[in-house]
């Protein structure tokens, strides 16, 4: 327990966005930014369990701040911050496709949206037992060097058939316009013949 709350501690002394956020309130306040850690843990918890707009609430946690760091790491010049929020969207795109077929039975649950966020969270934790690194490198980094040949295979040519139908689409279009300006244009092109000149007789 000890290590754990130490552990806790030390995250909240490393300068981020969200300890920073901290130290502002807890200048302005005087209240502990551990204590305020806790609290707005607690808050948001039993807000995932029992608030109104949990799903919401749930994605811009597992969104918002990921995103905010992923800009600035795509900003900096070092290249492993880089690579750790890169697998980090890997893992929460592998799992948006899986809860986009199991959603409909799992929202069911009270605790679905708390136990979601807990995920997403230790999936972005700044701790070596990171869950999108252990999730990659177990599950998906080897399913995707045993398959990615064959997807590569399909994509290609999936691409190739796409572009061959949109090159035969094309020809065609553009066969279909020029036959149809064609009757318009012989036609624009011939000069119309002169009035018949009247008849001098009918003159006289």
Known sequence: MG???????????RPNLLTDL?????????VK???LA????????LYLVFGYGASLLCNLIGFAYPAYVS??????????????????????????VAEFFSDIFLYWLPFYYFG????LLWCMAPVSWNGSQMLYRRVIRPCFLKHHQT??????????SALDAASTITTEATGQA????GPLSMTASTPASPPAARDSSAFS
């Open 22 to 30: 901290l130290g502002r309130v807890e200048a302005k306040t005087g």
């Open 33 to 35: 930014r551990t204590y």
């Open 116 to 119: 979601k966020c807990l995920f």
């Open 71 to 96: 800009i600035k790491a795509i900003e900096s010049s070092s290249k492993e911050d880089d690579t750790t929020w890169l697998t980090y969207w890997v893992v929460y795109g592998v799992f948006s």
């Open 3 to 13: 290590s754990l709350q130490q552990r806790f501690q030390s995250f909240l002394e």
């Open 178 to 181: 020029e036959g149809s300006e």
């Open 38 to 45: 806790a609290g707005s843990i607690t808050f948001v918890g």
């Open 151 to 160: 997807v590569d295979s399909v994509i290609s040519s999936l691409s190739g």
